[in-house]
């Protein structure tokens, strides 16, 4: 089954005990305000662009300031290299580093609420767990903040 952890903390992130095998999917969202936030996120498979999937990490942002667009992107390239693709408010780090482990996502996801000094609220989705996994919460997250998610795994 697929689950989804979310409005998780960084030390939740930091806590947590999973399979990296088992990540399908993270997003580390950042609230500016009612409106105004980025998230930036990572696919197993892949993020749509186009017909063909693009391989790394990317973000989106919604009414945020060009200047800060532009500081988050020379920030992800300086710490996780790629290509730079854009569609609309979208990033994609085309071939850039990938992390999955709860201690990189977690140290990044504090640095960069430390360098917007902004909140950060992560997302992870997990593929091909098992009910014995969550009935005995192996991967030590809150179990009040898993949503499992109806379909083919």
Not at 65 to 90: A, D
């Amino acid at each position: 089954m697929r689950i989804r952890y979310w409005h998780l903390t960084i030390s939740e992130i930091l806590n947590a005990k999973y399979p990296i095998e088992k990540v399908n999917h993270w997003e580390i969202k950042c609230l500016y305000g009612e409106y105004e936030h980025f998230g930036i996120f990572w696919y197993k498979y892949g993020t749509p662009f186009d017909k063909e999937p693009v391989h790394g990490i990317c973000f989106y942002y919604n009414e945020i300031p060009e200047n800060i667009v532009n500081e988050l992107t020379n920030y992800l390239i300086s710490k996780f290299g790629g290509k730079i693709l854009r569609r609309q408010s979208r990033v994609f780090l085309e071939g850039s580093k990938e992390i999955n482990d709860s201690y990189n996502i977690g140290q990044f996801a504090n640095e960069i609420s430390l360098k917007f000094s902004i909140p950060v609220e992560i997302t992870l989705e997990f593929e091909k767990v098992t009910k014995e996994e969550l009935d005995d919460n192996s991967f030590n997250f809150p179990l009040k903040k898993a949503l499992p998610i109806v379909g083919i795994d």
